[in-house]
């Protein structure tokens, strides 16, 4: 099943926020750890990411975090108070999919946030942009929003534009790509295509993890697929009720996103000298038990 419908489917960071970030490992030779959260799904998604990003920090000292926030809003799409809420949590970028656009109000935003990406290979015509630099702790950290070009809708080819994306990054210690599709074929062949050319490729949009974590032989961290951090307990996010009945049926089912059993995927990457990573962990873990919160 794709993602919800149908049925199926910078500005460099000179002098850190004061946002609680803990200091990681990263330093002037490059040392630095990414801590990569899949597809943040509605408020249930963001509620488990905010709650467990103090014990991340704490467990791992990433030196980055970034999310994945194509479903941030209702999961469809993102607003620009639900980036803001992001950034002001420390989050250093924000890469997104096929759902970039769901929201209009968050055209604008697109434009002046360096830190919020779409994917690179979008018409140039379209709001936003696909690559942006952060740093933290003297290591600059280049970040990639890419889509596949099966079964979504991007008007050029993630495989040639990657190339103009890498250009625009050659003072980065370490590059991550967000790989952002529905094929593992098309992943797995992203991932090989940019082995020993940058630091991490991981894919998103699936919601599902993938047990393929690994780096590969010229050093470049990959998974297939991150998950989503989300409710389990439905269909990719989806009360999963109202997919079960889409299917059934085949007829339109108005979809609202899952509270049940929510988890935050995640992936790990050490990464040591410029564009190569030394490992790579998954991160699944339920959301943390905590007192109710207004939201
Ligand atoms: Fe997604
Ligand atoms: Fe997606």
Redesign the pocket.
């Known amino acids: 099943m794709a993602?919800k419908e149908a049925g199926a489917g910078e500005e460099p960071a000179a002098g850190a926020p004061s946002d609680g970030h803990v200091a990681g490992d990263g330093n002037s030779d490059g040392r630095a750890s990414v801590l990569f959260v899949g597809?943040v799904?509605g408020g249930i998604g963001r509620r488990t990411l905010l709650d467990s990003l103090p014990l991340l920090r704490e467990r791992y000292q990433p030196t980055f975090v970034i999310v994945?926030g194509?479903?941030v809003a209702g999961g469809l799409g993102i607003t620009p108070k639900l980036a803001d809420e992001l950034i002001d949590a420390g989050i250093d970028a924000i890469t997104l999919?096929?759902?970039t656009y769901h929201r209009r109000e968050i055209y604008p935003y697109l434009d002046s946030q360096p830190r919020i990406l779409r994917p690179v290979n979008f018409l140039r015509s379209q709001p936003g942009h696909g690559v942006c630099m952060v740093e933290r702790d003297g290591v600059r950290l280049g970040v990639i929003n890419l889509s596949g070009n099966l079964y979504l809708r991007a008007g050029r080819s993630a495989f040639t534009e990657i190339e103009a994306a890498l250009g625009e990054l050659g003072q980065a210690e370490h590059i991550i790509v967000d790989m952002?599709a529905e094929a593992t074929s098309e992943k797995v062949a992203m991932g090989w295509h940019l082995d020993g050319r940058v630091t991490a490729v991981v894919g998103?949009?699936t919601?599902v993890p993938t047990a393929d974590a690994r780096v590969l032989p010229k050093g470049t961290a990959y998974i297939t697929d991150v998950g989503?951090t989300g409710p389990r307990g439905g269909v990719?996010?989806v009360k999963r009720e109202q997919a079960i009945e889409s299917l059934l049926t085949q007829m339109p089912v108005r979809f609202e996103t899952s509270e049940e059993d929510p988890w935050l995927m995640a992936v790990f990457i050490r990464c040591s000298t410029p564009l190569r990573a030394d490992s790579i962990e998954q991160v699944l873990m339920p959301r943390p038990q905590s007192p109710p919160r207004a939201d």
């Open positions: 993602e597809d799904v994945n194509e479903n999919g096929n759902h952002h998103t949009h919601h989503m990719i996010g």
